[in-house]
């Protein structure tokens, strides 16, 4: 996509939706720190199930230590991967108690550092937390950024350096909530609703699913 291509797409996509969120239900830091751990090969409508349970009674790390993996686990138990995850937000609680006074660090190394937090988690702390520019490819923006020939890319960090280079920065507070989004909603795995996106014109897929 030329630079006026990519500028108009996200236009568009801002003009739908001025002020992009994650879907992932929180009130803190720390509450969307493990929501998204929690998310890893899960929906968001699941997680947010599970959280609604456990926030109202552990929403801080000193609190989920108190009830503990097993604890923590009976709250948890409807997401896929449960045991491990329940196993690495204890021992991320038990970090954030110990070296950030209970507080989330706002620095991709110590993000990074946290037991089930890679690069994606960290990037969607930083970017929706902390209002930094940062975009964590999932599966959605890696399937988008790919078919519209936004940002062709083999793998995750491939289209995440493709993305970072190519976003306008006016954008790029955004970017990633709308990929994402559009991924989810519009430019979905099996069928892509074509008829009805608003970048058809600019998107370089070629197998562009027809009006009914």
């Given amino acids: 996509m030329s630079e006026t291509q990519v500028r108009e797409l996200f236009a568009r996509l801002a003009e739908l939706d001025p002020a992009p969120t994650t879907e992932l239900e929180y009130a803190t830091p720390f509450e969307l720190l493990v929501a998204v751990v929690l998310s890893a090969q899960a929906t968001d409508v699941g997680v947010n199930k599970a959280t609604r349970r456990l926030y109202p009674v552990a929403n801080t790390p000193q609190a989920i230590l108190a009830l503990g993996e097993d604890g923590l686990k009976r709250y948890i138990s409807t997401i896929g991967l449960f045991n491990a995850k329940a196993r690495n937000v204890i021992a991320l609680c038990r970090i954030l108690v110990d070296d950030?006074?209970?507080?989330?660090?706002?620095?991709?190394?110590?993000l990074e550092a946290l037991p089930g937090v890679g690069r994606k988690t960290a990037n969607v702390v930083l970017n929706t937390v902390f209002g930094e520019g940062t975009i964590a490819v999932d599966t959605h923006i890696f399937r988008v950024a790919n078919r519209t020939g936004l940002a062709p890319g083999t793998d995750v960090r491939a289209v995440e350096d493709g993305l970072m280079r190519v976003v306008p920065e006016e954008f790029l507070l955004g970017a990633h909530h709308w990929l994402i989004l559009h991924g989810r909603y519009v430019c979905k795995a099996r069928k892509p609703d074509c008829p009805h996106c608003v970048i058809r014109d600019l998107c370089r897929y070629p197998d562009k699913t027809p009006a009914d």
Avoid: F, K, M, Q
């Fill in 100 to 110: 950030y006074d209970g507080e989330v660090p706002r620095s991709r190394e110590a």
